[in-house]
């Protein structure tokens, strides 16, 4: 990428406008996920956190994208309490330190995977256990493979990886959680849609369509991701699919004995 240092932070600042916005927007939606297998607040901690990490991305004076994308952690982190609050605002802090220097193709897929490294480290979740992790696996394997192995341009890279989030989302559903809030429910949380896994997804449809709309469409951007979450091998994952209906009814199998979360409850 050519763009200089300023004109990329500058587009820093777009996607977190971008992000900000869709997020109040899907404040109902993500809330009525969390109220299924949480506590109703996922929607309010992802508006709450994003609208004050706009407010200091707004007062900063930050002039490299590095810089500002540490600023949205920080205040991701202050401003959210749960467990979504450390671990998207720690892991973009921590990752940000990857965008020293610039936004590239390269310094982006290390920003991608320092991300999810953070956030398996902090929140100690593996693909299957029914969280953001979920949706972000097969976007960073993705958005990597694209880059490094098929050569793509980073946009169709991440046409792809929006694909592949996507149906990280879906593969959610029929998991029993393992991490965080709703592990308290135990089979009680099949059937339901992962909140972070939805809300990693919304952010990533956002940073597409910033992407797509900077590079004016250049670029078409049609992807079928071919990396699908059901084709990573991971050992500890339970075919969850095998259970039966019958099996859900009682609800009293062995929920409420996990007590593992992702932070604070
Ligand atoms: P809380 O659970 O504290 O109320 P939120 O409702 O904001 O926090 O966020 C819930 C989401 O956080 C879940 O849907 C899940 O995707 C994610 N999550 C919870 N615990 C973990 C964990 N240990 N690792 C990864 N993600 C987690
Ligand atoms: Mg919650």
Known sequence: MTQDLESQTAAVQTALEAV????????????DLDSAIGDADHGANMNRGFQAALEKAEESDAEEPAELVKTIGVALVSAVGGASGPLYGGSIMSASQTLEGGISAETSVA?????????????????????MVDALTPAVHTYKKSIEVDELAPLEALGKAVDAARRGVEFTTPLRAKKGRASYLGWRSVGHQDPGATSTLFILEELLAVATEALNGEVEVDAESDVHPEDIDVE????????????????????????EGGGEH
């Open 20 to 31: 900000t916005n869709r997020l109040a927007e899907e404040k109902t939606y993500l809330t």
């Open 236 to 259: 500890s994952l339970e075919t969850e699919a095998d259970i039966e209906p019958e099996d859900l009814k009682t609800g009293e199998t062995d929920g409420g004995t996990e007590s």
């Open 111 to 131: 920003f991608a995977e320092a991300y999810l490294e953070t956030v398996e480290s902090r929140g100690k979740a593996s693909l299957g256990d029914k969280t």
